[in-house]
């Protein structure tokens, strides 16, 4: 906290936009992560949401726009939604060959680190390739970690995993958070989003339309109209008139219909 009450961000943008050519698929996106935060990044397929981790990530460049960093310059760690581990190497051969790549002031103190961190002692010398999805992306969530990051960038985390392995990887993630880690993450699941993140972005043809808790968003859906509407596509069986507290997804569904998505 500031000495005026507001927080202090470790991550923020001002302005994002990314163009491919003449197509943009990010246009002027503003965004604060703040220590201990959980900030999911929802939307229908196409909305930007990879492109915008990227660039907080710093594996794109923005065509405009600016990124800051306020506490540790370099400070964040990126997690993609593909593996990027060596199948035939062990998780700790994995997490030490990132280590020296990312030149890790003491990599093997950080790979131990990292083990410990993510519950992948007893594991370390097991081939990644025989581990399961959710001891992977364990593995490469660690790789993420390695240089300490103030913010962490997840893109579709728990894309791949069956219900038990999701269950502890958001565990872990959640511990991450209270220990101070902003964390960033896009999901397709909003139920995810509503039970995990604190704030959310919604994010549609690369434009920000929302920025909020999941409660903000229900709210703002339930005091958008004041007449009964016809249901948008998906809502079938809905009433019209309905009241969408409780339905998270109901309600980002009629949010995102009523600005025409």
Not at 82 to 111: G, I, T
Request: proline residues 5%.
């Amino acid at each position: 906290m500031t000495a005026t009450g507001e927080r202090t961000s470790t991550l923020s943008a001002r302005g994002l936009t990314k163009r491919y050519g003449s197509r943009a698929a990010l246009r002027a996106v503003s965004l604060e992560a703040y220590p201990r935060e959980r900030l999911a990044v929802i939307g229908p397929n196409g909305a930007g949401k990879t492109t915008l981790l990227g660039l907080l990530a710093g594996v794109l460049e923005p065509t405009e726009g600016q990124i800051l960093r306020p506490s540790r310059s370099g400070a964040v760690g990126w997690v993609p939604q593909q593996p990027a581990l060596y199948s035939k190497l062990s998780a700790a051969e994995n997490l030490r060959l990132f280590a020296r790549l990312e030149r890790v002031a003491d990599p093997d103190a950080a790979v131990n680190r990292m083990l410990v961190q993510t519950g992948l002692a007893e594991r370390s010398d097991d081939e990644v390739g025989r581990l399961s999805g959710g001891n992977q992306q364990r593995v490469n969530i660690a790789i993420g970690l390695l240089c300490e990051p103030d913010a962490l960038l997840l893109d579709e985390p728990s894309a791949s995993l069956d219900p038990r392995q999701r269950e502890r990887l958001w565990e872990f993630i959640g511990r991450l958070s209270e220990r101070g880690t902003s964390v960033v993450f896009s999901t397709h699941n909003v139920t995810e989003a509503e039970r995990y993140a604190d704030r959310v972005l919604v994010l549609a043809d690369g434009e920000l339309l929302f920025t909020g808790t999941p409660a903000e968003l229900e709210r703002t859906v339930e005091s958008s109209r004041t007449t009964p509407a016809r249901p948008g596509p998906g809502e079938a069986g809905c009433r019209a008139g309905q009241r969408w507290r409780g339905d998270f997804e109901a309600a980002f569904v009629r949010f995102l219909h009523e600005r025409g998505h």
